[in-house]
C-alpha cells in the first residue's frame, strides 16, 4: 500500500485549498486515515484524522471549524479542504493510515509514530 498525497500549492490568506491522498493498492474504506503537517522548523502537529467508514473524525481542536476532513470511496481518496487559510497554515502537509479503523487505538493517540502508511507529503504556502 502506498499513499499519494496532492492537492498542495501557493494562496493568499483568506483562501481555500483542497487536499487529497489516495491509497494505491488499498481501499480508503478500510483504514482509518489522517493529515498532519509540518511548518519549517517545527515539529510534525496532527491535522485531522477520520475512521474507515467516514463516519467518526478528530480535528486539532484549532484548525475545526476551517479544515473539514473526508472521504470519496468513488475516487478513493481521503480529502481535507481547508478554508480561511492563514501565513501559519504554511507547511507541508502528509497523509497518513493505518489498519486501525476506528481512531481509538493507540496508532491514533499521540506520538502517531506507529501508523502503518504514510504519504510523501504536498506543500501548501499561504501568503499574506
Known amino acids: 500500500v502506498q499513499l499519494q498525497a496532492f492537492g498542495g500549492g501557493s494562496v493568499q490568506a483568506g483562501g481555500s485549498l483542497t487536499l487529497s491522498c489516495t491509497v494505491v493498492g488499498g481501499t480508503v474504506s478500510n483504514y482509518g486515515m489522517g493529515w498532519f503537517r509540518q511548518a519549517p522548523g517545527k515539529e510534525r502537529e496532527f491535522v485531522a484524522a477520520?475512521?474507515?467508514?467516514?463516519?467518526?473524525?478528530h480535528y486539532q481542536a484549532s484548525l475545526k471549524g476551517r479544515f473539514t476532513i473526508s472521504k470519496d470511496g468513488v475516487k478513493n481518496t481521503m480529502d481535507l479542504h481547508m478554508s480561511s487559510l492563514k501565513p501559519e497554515d504554511t507547511a507541508v502537509y502528509f497523509c497518513a493510515a493505518d489498519p486501525a479503523m476506528n481512531l481509538y487505538g493507540s496508532s491514533w493517540s499521540p506520538p502517531y509514530r506507529s501508523l502503518e502508511f504514510w504519504g510523501q507529503g504536498t506543500e501548501v504556502t499561504v501568503s499574506s
Open positions: 477520520i475512521s474507515g467508514e467516514g463516519g467518526t473524525t
